[in-house]
């Protein structure tokens, strides 16, 4: 029953971030031996069965947001690549679908939240979706991050200094007005390549 529920949230980070048949990262930047493991997938049922294999055993796993050129495929193609020596750079980015917010607890590096900090995070997060839909009619998906909230914007963006600037100012603001003692927004995950948790798996401390 627990996988059966995590493989519905995994095909649905899925179904959230593969957009118009380009190619989507599955990375996990901590696998055994320090490795990094990376794969580029355009098959759902692939991706869905590579990210169950190392679910549980790696601190966490991630996938790329927006759609990556698809000449990226000839790294691991619909596989993992246990041992991968480049992965997603931003100029590898076509354009850009989502612009993500991660609000997280204050708390020191390399340790979970409390259920209070947990809680707080996801407090804010809800404060940052409610104005920017009474405000401005943004719609944001609204997901748990296992420490903290995430918000996701749909957009779409060129992948230029434009829109990074654009991106980085976005989230500055929203920091601006949205941090608390016992939450922050982070401002430094607005590149193209950004990396997102894959909602249905499991985070562990290495």
Request: positive net charge; hydrophobic residues 40%; aromatic residues 8%.
């Amino acid at each position: 029953m627990i996988q059966e529920e995590q493989r519905r949230d995994i095909g649905k980070t899925w179904d959230l971030f593969y957009r118009d048949g380009a190619a989507l990262e599955l990375r996990i930047p901590k696998g055994p031996r320090g490795k990094i493991l990376s794969g580029y997938f355009t098959d759902r049922e692939a991706f869905v069965k590579g990210v169950l294999t190392w679910n549980g055993k790696v601190p966490g796993l991630y996938a790329t947001i927006n759609p990556a050129a698809d000449s990226l495929l000839a790294r691991a193609q619909n596989r993992i690549n246990p041992d991968a020596r480049e992965t997603t750079s931003d100029a590898d980015i076509t354009r850009r679908r989502w612009i993500p917010i991660d609000i997280d607890a204050c708390r020191p590096a390399g340790i979970s939240s409390t259920a209070e900090e947990h809680g707080a995070a996801l407090a804010v997060a809800a404060q940052i979706r409610e104005w920017l839909s009474s405000s401005y009619g943004i719609q944001a998906v609204h997901a748990d991050s296992g420490n903290g909230g995430h918000l996701l914007i749909s957009v779409g963006l060129l992948n230029d200094d434009g829109a990074r600037n654009l991106v980085e100012g976005f989230l500055r603001a929203i920091a601006a007005r949205f941090d608390t003692p016992g939450a922050h927004v982070d401002v430094k995950c607005g590149n193209a390549a950004r990396i997102w948790k894959i909602y249905g798996t499991l985070s562990r401390r290495p």
